[in-house]
């Protein structure tokens, strides 16, 4: 069966799009409008092979998806006839809780349940819900469907998601570890497994996702068995503008010490701590790459404090399962830095890593094997793709409804 699948990435201030033709899984057009009730909203297209830019003022989401809409059906940009040649629209969303497990058709239950998630993704669930909720409108006999980024983790075993704190949180709060990024986690697994030549459910994987955000999971037979993320997507590797892991403690002594509220912790450990506030530079690796090679002792140190805290987890991961068949590196970082991923396993070829590390400066934005030859443990490169699984997943439930 033919269908046109439009993915949708509805954002507080922006939403991305792409439109698939499947099952050939052909990108027929990709865009991102930006600065949603903002001065200078912008809607940035690729429709076939013609780039184009639309400066309008766009006041909310449904201003904002209908001109996506009416630009892709403008014949002058030559993209579809008609709105009604898309058959099926994919949201993502960012958290499902403990209710959903795999990608689902959406219908007024599902909408619900998303919304009473909202609590736990305050910043992503209500954006969101926005989208669906238009598209729903501007679409109303499409199948919509909801493929969350927590659903591929929620596999984790309890004594990997619990905290341990009282019981009754866990019970009565649903406080404990969701994970994040499992779209992109469960996209490079299943290229993994088939690099490798191995059924999904007969390999064990690592895989990185180094990007703006930073996740790292470990997957035992094709499920996700932990994960660096928690309840929100602050804990764990050490990101852009987050801190990842710290003692809970700070919290409370920032508070008593430094007299600073609830709002001011937040935003500290969010949006100016991780490579930012590490190296008082900036949150692109890039930047820092360079910078430390003129000596910039503040980014020599970031880079170091981020590497050390992959390269733990790596090991933390390989413990947790024992066996591990490959690791795998993706996202902005993962799959372009040749050197960060050298300096995350400096010193691990005893736990299995043996890079080759002429193939790892090859290996930028392309999928590749960089392990050497006689290494125990794989290690590949892999792209990530979330858009794609979005589309796949949104066809094969949309085929069958
Ligand atoms: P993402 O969130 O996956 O788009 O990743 C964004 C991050 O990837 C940026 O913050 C950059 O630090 C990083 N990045 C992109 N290209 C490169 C590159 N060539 N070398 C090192 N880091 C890169």
């Known amino acids: 069966m033919s269908l046109k699948v439009l993915v949708v990435n509805s954002g507080s201030s922006s939403i991305k799009f792409e439109l698939y033709q499947m099952p050939e899984e052909k990108v027929e057009a990709r865009g991102l409008l930006q600065r949603i ?44 006839k008609d709105i009604s040649e898309i058959g099926a629209v994919g949201h993502r969303v960012v958290h499902g809780g403990s209710a959903f497990s795999e990608t689902v ?22 954006p969101n819900l926005l989208g669906i909720e238009v598209a729903r409108q501007l679409l109303p006999n499409v199948p919509q469907v909801a493929v969350f980024d927590t659903a591929f983790h929620q596999t984790m075993p309890d004594y990997a998601y619990a905290y341990a704190i009282p019981w009754e949180l866990n019970e009565q709060d649903h406080i404990r570890r969701y994970g994040f990024h499992g779209t992109s986690h469960r996209y490079v697994a299943a290229r993994a497994a088939r690099l490798l030549g191995r059924l999904p459910s007969e390999t064990n994987l690592i895989t990185c996702h180094l990007g703006n955000g930073c996740s790292i999971t470990a997957i035992r037979r094709g499920a996700s068995v932990d994960t660096s993320m928690g309840l929100t997507p602050l804990e764990g590797l050490v990101m852009g503008t987050r801190s990842g892991d710290i003692d809970p403690a700070l919290f409370t002594h920032l508070a008593r010490t430094k007299g600073l509220g609830v709002k001011e912790i937040d935003t500290l450990l969010n949006k100016k701590s991780g490579l930012l506030g590490l190296s008082g530079l900036s949150n692109d690796v890039r930047t820092l790459l360079a910078a430390s090679k003129e000596g910039h002792g503040g980014a020599v140190r970031a880079l170091a404090i981020y590497a050390y805290r992959i390269k733990k987890y790596i090991g933390a991961y390989t413990a947790a399962l024992g066996t591990v068949h490959a690791l795998v590196f993706t996202a902005g970082v993962g799959e372009n830095s040749p050197a960060i991923r050298e300096r995350s396993l400096d010193q691990m070829a005893p736990l299995g890593y043996r890079l080759d590390k002429a193939k790892n400066e090859q290996a930028v934005r392309r999928e590749m094997d960089i392990a050497e030859a006689s290494s125990p443990i794989r290690i590949l ?18 085929a069958k409804a």
């Open 37 to 80: 009730g903002e001065p200078g909203s912008e809607l940035k297209c690729r429709i076939g092979n013609e780039e184009l830019v639309v400066a309008r003022s766009v006041p909310d989401h449904a201003v904002g998806l209908k001109l996506i809409m009416d630009t892709l059906t403008d014949s002058a940009n030559g993209g579809l």
């Open 105 to 126: 058709l959406i219908d007024d239950e599902v909408l619900k349940a998303i919304e009473e998630r909202s609590a736990l993704a305050p910043l992503h669930n209500p």
């Open 381 to 398: 490169v892999i792209p990530t793709n979330e858009e794609l699984l979005i589309a796949q997943d949104t066809y094969r439930l949309a």
